[in-house]
C-alpha cells in the first residue's frame, strides 16, 4: 500500500507540474485541485477499466462487465459493513506472503 501511496503522491507531483507550466497564473490552490482531478481520474481509469475486468472477467472478455448506463439517483450510494468487510478481506488476500514491514 505504502508503495501505490508514492506512485500517487509521485503522480499528483508531476501532473501540478504539467498544470503549473500550462497555467502559471493560478493560485496553488487551483493547481492542487486541478493536478487532484487528474490523479484520481488516472487512478479511476486504472482501476475501472484496466485491473478490475481483468479480475472479474474469464479469458479476458472486455464484454463481462455491463456498460455504464448513466447514473440513478434511486441507485443506493453508499457501502453496506457486509459488503466492506468481505472487500476488505478480499483486497488482503492480494497481498503476497513474504513481505516484511521495515
Not at 2 to 20: D, G, K, N, P, T
Not at 63 to 91: I, N
Request: charge should be neutral; charged fraction near 15%; proline fraction near 5%.
Amino acid at each position: 500500500l505504502m508503495s501505490m501511496a508514492l506512485i500517487l503522491f509521485r503522480l499528483h507531483q508531476a501532473q501540478a507540474i504539467r498544470v503549473y507550466n500550462a497555467h502559471g497564473n493560478w493560485t496553488d490552490e487551483q493547481i492542487f485541485n486541478e493536478a487532484r482531478k487528474w490523479t484520481i481520474g488516472i487512478y479511476q481509469h486504472l482501476v475501472l477499466d484496466e485491473w478490475l475486468p481483468s479480475l472479474l472477467c474469464p479469458d479476458s472478455n472486455p464484454d463481462c462487465l455491463p456498460a455504464y448506463s448513466g447514473y440513478s439517483s434511486s441507485t443506493f450510494p453508499g457501502v453496506t459493513h457486509v459488503f466492506q468487510s468481505a472487500a476488505m478481506r478480499f483486497g488482503h488476500t492480494l497481498v503476497a506472503l513474504g513481505n516484511r514491514m521495515i
